[in-house]
């Protein structure tokens, strides 16, 4: 099967493209022009030119494709503006919906946030149901990620695109050249705690983390496992 990743040059995008590869998958990745594919460097791909806010070229590297993974937001915790976030989010997922449209595509899987479900003082179980507290504070990526959700799901119920949502909670995991947040809070948890440290790594995404384009009804949330 062919599909198309963006956002593959990211931590996420990198381990994901592996576990499809692995899955005999043949594999399209959307890059920037200035992208730095240094975490995709060696693996059997097939490259298209573009970026998300690109509808052309998004269309174009969607063509022939039967699902799209689409990862393609920025995570941050903090220095992001709301705008650039929001634009990212919601305009980008509207072209991927317009893409996939255009090129027939059977399924698009979203990397999307477990912060889509809210979050509470006491252990509590969420799902697509629940709704986020209205006094819950906005960052900026919260904002982003809230609204896009919102948004690829009217524009996929407007275009007849099943779509499903993978909603990680912290993401670590090799192929991380830029060192993102999440792994920096782990990077500098280990360069300080006192009294030395041991740790147990992991190779690649699980298959759980990392679904296939048939996992999970049309519209449903699915939460990612570590």
Not at 79 to 87: F, S, V
Not at 149 to 162: D, F, G, T
Not at 187 to 195: A, D, E, Q, S
Request: charged content about 20%.
């Amino acid at each position: 099967m062919k599909v198309l990743v963006t956002g593959a040059s990211g931590m996420v995008g990198a381990n994901l493209v592996r576990a499809l590869l692995r899955q005999r998958n043949t594999v399209r990745v959307l890059l920037r022009r200035d992208s730095v594919a240094t975490a995709l460097r060696g693996l059997p791909l097939e490259r298209a030119v573009g970026d998300v806010l690109e509808a052309d070229a998004l269309k174009a590297a969607a063509m022939g494709c039967r699902v799209i993974y689409h990862c393609a937001t920025p995570f941050t915790y903090w220095g992001a503006e709301t705008g650039e976030l929001n634009r990212v989010a919601v305009e980008g997922s509207r072209n991927v919906v317009a893409a996939a449209r255009a090129a027939g595509v059977q399924r698009l899987v979203l990397t999307a946030s477990s912060i889509l479900f809210g979050s509470s003082e006491r252990p509590k179980v969420r799902d697509e149901r629940s709704v986020r507290p209205a006094n819950e504070p906005m960052s900026p990526y919260l904002t982003a990620k809230v609204t896009q959700w919102q948004e690829i799901r009217r524009a996929a119920r407007r275009a007849h695109i099943p779509v499903v949502a993978v909603c990680p909670t912290v993401t670590l995991g090799a192929h991380d050249h830029r060192l993102s947040p999440s792994n920096a809070i782990l990077v500098n948890y280990l360069r300080h705690i006192p009294g030395g440290r041991q740790c147990r790594g992991g190779r690649g995404c699980r298959p759980g983390a990392c679904p296939r384009g048939s996992d999970g009804a049309p519209g449903s949330v699915l939460r990612a496992r570590g």
